[in-house]
């Protein structure tokens, strides 16, 4: 059995901490492994208009060095928050758009081999366009419809890659058909 014998904090920013753990394998060794913990936890949106379009968001990733295509999604802005008001908010934050239908679609960790991030992903229904972007200063970020052919086929021909959005999006399209 693997047993965790020891953690010590190695790093401390904003929303993520990482750490080093000293691992006790089953045939007796050692080893010591990463562990990133993200202590916020997250919400996404997958944003849909009365006929059926999906609103994403184009943003630069630096991890990637390259701009993603990606539902809407934020943090949690405190770890007690509720992740349909952070869905809420950063809908209409990084699009300007707003809905007064909501269902949560699905909770999924997003790197479970070494992060323990949470993300709630959320169907925002007949969405409109209610005012402009309220973007951070560190912030960038486009956004445009698309129908589900065109996003399904970003999926399987591997132009899109970030798992929340491709979980979301999936998750809609067996929901709704």
Not at 94 to 114: C, M, P
Request: hydrophobic share 40%; net charge negative.
């Amino acid at each position: 059995m693997i047993k965790r014998l020891s953690r010590e904090k190695v790093y401390q920013g904003a929303i993520l901490d990482i750490y080093k753990d000293e691992m006790l394998l089953p045939d007796g060794s050692r080893e010591a492994w990463d562990f990133v913990s993200h202590r916020m936890g997250a919400a996404a949106i997958v944003a849909v208009t009365e006929d059926k379009k999906i609103l994403m968001v184009k943003q630069y990733r630096p991890a990637l060095n390259r701009y993603t295509l990606e539902l809407p999604a934020g943090c949690r802005d405190s770890l007690t928050e509720d992740t349909l008001l952070t869905s809420q908010r950063e809908l209409r934050e990084e699009t300007g758009y707003i809905s007064n239908k909501w269902q949560k679609l699905l909770s999924l960790k997003t790197t479970v081999a070494f992060c323990d991030e949470s993300v709630d992903v959320y169907l925002a229904e007949d969405i409109i366009k209610e005012g402009q972007q309220e973007l951070d200063p560190a912030e960038e970020i486009t956004f445009a419809l698309y129908d589900s052919k065109e996003l399904l086929n970003m999926i399987y021909e591997g132009r899109m890659q970030d798992g929340k959005t491709i979980a979301g999006i999936l998750a809609y399209l067996n929901l709704r058909g």
